[in-house]
């Protein structure tokens, strides 16, 4: 089908599985490397984002199920990691394919050093021919450097490796409509898919189709096909990278984001709010201009020049995210005053937040 033309064409893959998959069914690994194996002999590469490590590090450690306290999560994540890249060692060195380690946190790639660092290992690891397996790095992570959720880390990784086509495998056929049939195409996420969804949880891993679905609205962003297909279907990777009408396709903006302002809007914590006029707010919004002190209402928080924010309308909808020029206390003796206005030691300021480091969501 049409639409499926460019799915079929991608070159670099993110696939990413889930932990109730990975733990209800030992045969995954197999099939996976199978798959793989396969769409490396037509030319694509590909690269894995996969949970697991703490619902293995339970069954390993005999915990009487996922626990709630942070230390023991760790300690959970520490002990099944090793069990996890076993289970793919033997599974992909059975096709004599090498996979290697990749653990990150959020503070890796919110960092835009350790973010290139990254980068680079990755495409290294890609040319070598291996495999990298990415995951959370769940035995160091804490609340304010999680991800959130792998699927999170799977749309982080797509602009990362500059991936044409994200794969998102869960146990589902794709995004149901209200009467319980697959939806075929989203090509608008707020219209086509939302409306159907609430997130969830298991006892086993985080998300949901919620989850998943804001992981498709952010790689889209950056450019890629997004498909949410059913993990316990037969050669389920084979069929979605041959263009089958399969789960659901979310298909790539046309207008995407750059990898500098997708870090922005969708890596970065923001450490404070910018609150604008209705005019000022109108033409960030549709014109993509910078933010001027002139149309500053207020200011939020406490962030200092470099820090991410975000940009407001005077409702309070949030209409952008970008890389503040100045400190809150800067930010708040400027605003609403024009440049003209300003004196000589503060007319640097008049541009509060400058259009290429901003991202308008």
């Not at 996890?84 to 946190?105: K, N």
């Not at 290429?356 to 969501?361: C, F, H, P, S």
Request: hydrophobic share 50%; net charge neutral.
């Amino acid at each position: 089908m049409d639409e499926r033309r460019s799915v079929s064409r991608a070159r670099r893959v993110v696939v990413k599985i889930g932990s109730r998959t990975l733990a209800s069914d030992g045969g995954v690994y197999a099939r996976l490397a199978e798959s793989v194996d396969r769409a490396r002999g037509h030319g694509k590469s590909v690269v894995l984002v996969s949970s697991g490590a703490i619902a293995l590090g339970v069954k390993k450690l005999g915990f009487a199920g996922r626990p709630k306290e942070m230390a023991r999560l760790q300690a959970a994540a520490a002990a099944g990691q090793s069990v996890l890249m076993r289970a793919y060692e033997e599974a992909f060195g059975a096709r004599g394919i090498p996979v290697a380690q990749v653990l990150l946190t959020h503070a890796d790639l919110a960092d835009r050093a350790r973010a290139n660092n990254a980068r680079l290992a990755l495409e290294a690891l890609l040319d070598a021919r291996a495999v990298p397996v990415l995951n959370e790095n769940d035995s160091v992570a804490v609340d304010e450097i999680k991800f959130g959720d792998n699927d999170q880390l799977a749309a982080m990784v797509v602009p990362l490796v500059n991936a044409d086509l994200l794969v998102l495998l869960s146990d589902v056929d794709g995004v149901l409509d209200e009467g319980g049939s697959r939806i075929r195409v989203v090509r608008d996420v707020t219209t086509e898919a939302l409306p159907y969804v609430t997130a969830s949880t298991s006892a086993v891993g985080t998300g949901g189709m919620a989850s998943k679905i804001e992981a498709a609205r952010r790689a889209t962003l950056a450019g890629a096909d997004v498909v949410v297909a059913d993990a316990r279907k037969d050669e389920i990777v084979d069929a979605v990278l041959a263009g089958e009408d399969v789960g659901t396709l979310f298909l790539a903006a046309r207008e995407r984001l750059s990898a500098k302002k997708h870090w922005i809007a969708f890596t970065l914590r923001p450490r404070g709010d910018i609150v604008l006029d209705r005019g000022a707010a109108e033409a960030v919004r549709t014109k993509g201009k910078s933010v001027l002190s002139v149309g500053v209402l207020g200011v939020r928080g406490d962030f200092r020049a470099g820090d991410a924010v975000r940009v407001l309308d005077p409702d309070g909808v949030e209409i952008g995210r970008g890389l503040a020029r100045c400190a809150a206390a800067d930010a708040a003796r400027v605003a609403g005053q024009t440049k003209k206005d300003l004196p000589a030691e503060l007319v640097e300021l008049a541009v509060v937040v400058h259009r290429d480091e901003l991202a308008v969501t």
